[in-house]
């Protein structure tokens, strides 16, 4: 209001407009841009590591990928559920893409949004345990609707690591939103979590509302590679 008042002044002197009408003006510059600046927060807060949007993706390398399904995600009301997603498949086919699209779309919503690589969650919860400041930690992540764990499955993780983690997804369990990443089919989930009672505790709360898609195919970068060295 402060740097745009005598600007609207003028116009509304100018355009003989009442001074409820030019009131009116000023209120609706800032409110639009206070939501501006909240969605600008949210998304530097949830600490994506590129922006990257639906419109970037391409969907016809995945063809049995179901895009109306995700576009409707983008929507937010799975989160409003507290449900989960689970993109599933192999590394390049585009994960990480889709799963910073969806938190962007989460962000634009109102969402609280935090987006991690499973390693670098696991690190973090193993160095506040050390720190005797795990309950902070996870104090702030109960907070989040919606945690992106990016790319489990690439790293082992030791017990306590691999517990730390199980714990996170089981408390989030009906009451916020997991978006998780994996290059392991879910029977192939007993490599992170070491062991088949944890794993198959995690996957039955997991899935039990959970959107999952498969996503099996050429690797994008090694397509687009590939492509490069054509035209060289």
């Keep these: 209001m402060g740097a745009e ?12 407009e009442s001074y409820e009408a030019y009131l009116l003006r000023l209120t609706e510059l800032e409110v639009a841009a206070r939501a501006a600046n909240a969605v600008t927060a949210r998304i530097r807060q949830a600490g994506f590591p590129v922006p990257k949007d639906f419109e970037t993706y391409d969907f016809t390398a995945t063809p049995g990928l179901n895009k109306p399904k995700i576009l409707e ?39 609280r949004v935090r987006f991690f690589t499973a390693a670098v969650l696991v690190n973090r919860l193993e160095e506040a345990q050390k720190q005797y400041r795990l309950d902070r930690f996870l104090g702030q992540l109960d907070k989040i609707d919606l945690l992106i764990c990016d790319e489990l499955g690439y790293l082992s ?38 062991g088949e ?10 899935t039990h509302r959970c959107h999952i898609f498969e996503m099996n195919g050429e690797s994008y970068r090694f397509r687009e590679s590939m492509k490069a060295k054509k035209k060289a």
């Design 5 to 16: 008042f005598e600007k609207l002044a003028r116009e509304a002197a100018s355009n003989n």
């Design 73 to 111: 995600l983008a929507r937010g009301q799975w989160i409003e559920q507290h449900d989960n997603v689970c993109l599933i498949g192999n590394a390049g086919t585009g994960k990480t893409h889709l799963a910073t699209a969806l938190g962007l779309a989460a962000c634009r919503e109102g969402w």
């Design 157 to 194: 993780f030791s017990r306590v690591g691999a517990e730390l983690l199980f714990q996170v997804f089981a408390d989030r369990y009906e009451r916020s939103s997991l978006l998780i990443t994996s290059n392991l089919p879910f029977g192939e989930w007993g490599q992170i979590f070491q």
């Design 197 to 206: 009672r944890m794993t198959a505790a995690l996957l039955d709360r997991l």
